[in-house]
């Protein structure tokens, strides 16, 4: 399987502070998606963000936003002024060619008041 | 309610017990999924479902026996399971196989 690395394992940061997470991926592909998914401690896996590879037009959405670099394999979310309910475990996650989505280990985020 | 409902949500079994996790979806997809989430690994697709046909099955082991009967429900049946099968075992569904995927809220299975 082509990987999806998650480089941070943990991240603490201190309520109202910006923070990216990092997600660096493998491809063989020309077409491919990428996606972020959070999971609170509730356990389901929550959808944020699906890309497709010929858009690598930077999203923003509130105060989420995604940085799609293809020349570096590359897709950076970031939390600005985050938020404690931003607490939880993001995961970056490929699909493409004959592959079903691949998750990269997760980042836990906690954001303390 | 995330659309995609999985019963039971925890689950405490024996080695030697049969048991069957459910999962349901009402959102009109064509393909459902079940994924393993064990401590400290990354999530591991187990299998696909698509118009209630499996189309892939990666390596799982045989005490694992998924059944799709229809396109909105998914089981996952268990026998003879290891301790090391303890995980948590989430269900997911897409309208087609290349797209987003809405998960369940999972069933937490631990393994005595």
């Known amino acids: 399987a082509q990987k999806v690395t998650q480089a941070q394992t943990e991240i603490s940061v201190v309520e109202k502070e910006d923070v990216t997470l990092d997600c660096v991926y493998e491809?063989?592909?020309?077409?491919?998606?990428l996606f972020w998914y959070k999971q609170p401690p509730s356990g389901e896996l929550v959808f944020l963000i699906r890309?497709?590879?010929?858009?690598?037009q930077n999203e923003i959405s509130g105060r989420y936003s995604w940085n799609f670099q293809k020349s570096t394999s590359s897709f950076n979310f970031t939390i600005t002024a985050s938020q404690v309910v931003d607490s939880a475990v993001y995961f970056c996650?490929?699909?493409?060619?004959?592959?079903?989505?691949?998750f990269g280990k997760g980042t836990k985020l906690t954001v303390n008041p | 309610e995330t659309g995609v409902t999985q019963t039971p949500r925890h689950l405490v079994m024996g080695m030697t017990n049969k048991k069957s996790l459910k999962c349901e979806q009402h959102l009109g997809h064509n393909a459902m999924y079940w994924y393993k989430q064990s401590a400290k690994k990354p999530l591991e697709l187990m299998f696909v479902?698509?118009?209630?046909?499996?189309?892939e099955n990666n390596s799982v082991p045989s005490r694992f026996s998924p059944e799709c009967p229809n396109s909105s429900h998914l089981f996952l049946h268990l026998h003879t399971l290891q301790p090391e099968d303890s995980a948590l075992y989430l269900c997911?569904?897409?309208?087609?196989?290349?797209?987003?995927?809405?998960f369940g809220s999972g069933t937490r299975l631990t393994v005595v």
């Open positions: 890309r497709n590879s010929f858009d690598e």
């Open positions: 479902y698509s118009l209630e046909e499996r189309v």
């Open positions: 997911a569904s897409s309208q087609d196989l290349f797209d987003g995927y809405t």
């Open positions: 491809t063989r592909d020309t077409t491919y998606y």
């Open positions: 996650a490929r699909q493409g060619g004959s592959e079903k989505l691949v």
